[in-house]
């Protein structure tokens, strides 16, 4: 089947690899502990360029992510020191947790789906009217972020119904409120089968062949130094960073016999693995 996979992205967008981004994952790693002092300049400058992304492309990286709310300046002497914002912050942790969540089984995990996935899937209809197709375009991602598939015009599901306040918020801000519905319920036997809608909804041969590259790419990653460590942490942050919105993490009912759990997983050790010692480094390049 065609892939039904689409380009990854959230509000407020960071295109996935770009300097931003890489700054961002490197805020979210390294600064959102209470006692982590607010890096300098030359550290964020140093940091980005451990990774190959150069002086001035590093310098552009700050200044759009202090246009975008994510970060701002604090003047300390001579030096200029850069702080997570409220926003910066809510959008740094959420991206963690969803990331987190990836190596959990469906049944269970810190975002609100039930223990046991009890056949119910969050549903929602409507549709958004042509002439407002940038809404579209941003409606369409956030549901994509919260787990949600497509099987037929019109339609989308989600096994993850504790996401269901998200969306409520997306409608609004998006104001659909008049062009959408939701209900809960669970599949009648009518028509297609739950499987059905399943293939039709993710192509989950294309999501576990996504992981098990990310796995061999980054396994055969030799990390012995803490610059090494940081190199590859921030790399795989890059990648992980936008696989919630073209992984639905489906309970395993729904998916049985996939590889992506356990790939993400696997994913997730590589990163607390390196992570220690890339702190270590990011430390070192605070005062170098």
Do not use: K
Not at 50 to 76: D, F, K, M
Not at 179 to 202: D, H, K, N, P, R
């Amino acid at each position: 089947m065609a892939s039904r996979l689409s380009p990854p992205g959230r509000l407020p967008s960071v295109q996935a690899g770009s300097a931003r981004a890489t700054l961002l994952n490197a805020f979210g790693e390294f600064t959102l502990d209470a006692a982590a002092q607010p890096p300098t300049t030359g550290a964020l400058l140093r940091t980005l360029g451990e990774v190959g992304i150069g002086h001035h492309a590093a310098r552009q990286a700050v200044t759009r992510c202090a246009q975008g709310g994510w970060i701002s300046g604090l003047r300390q002497g001579r030096q200029s020191r850069w702080a997570v914002t409220g926003a910066g912050r809510e959008l740094l942790s959420d991206g963690i947790e969803s990331v987190e969540a990836l190596g959990v089984d469906g049944r269970a995990d810190a975002v609100g789906r039930p223990a046991e996935w009890d056949g119910r899937w969050l549903v929602l209809v409507g549709s958004v009217p042509q002439d407002r197709r940038a809404v579209r375009e941003r409606f369409y991602r956030a549901l994509r972020w919260n787990g949600f598939g497509s099987p037929m015009p019109g339609l989308w599901l989600s096994a993850r119904r504790g996401r269901r306040s998200r969306i409520a918020e997306s409608v609004r801000r998006c104001g659909l409120e008049e062009s959408v519905t939701a209900f809960v319920g669970g599949c009648a036997e009518i028509g297609l089968s739950e499987e059905a809608l399943v293939e039709q909804a993710w192509d989950l041969d294309e999501i576990d062949a996504r992981y098990a590259q990310l796995v061999d790419r980054h396994s055969a990653v030799s990390a012995a130094t803490a610059a090494d460590c940081l190199i590859a942490l921030l790399h795989l942050d890059q990648e992980l960073q936008f696989a919630p919105s073209w992984d639905p993490q489906l309970p395993t009912e729904l998916a049985p016999g996939r590889r992506a759990r356990a790939d993400a997983a696997r994913l997730l050790n590589l990163r607390a693995t390196w992570l220690p010692q890339a702190r270590d480094r990011w430390q070192s390049l605070q005062t170098s």
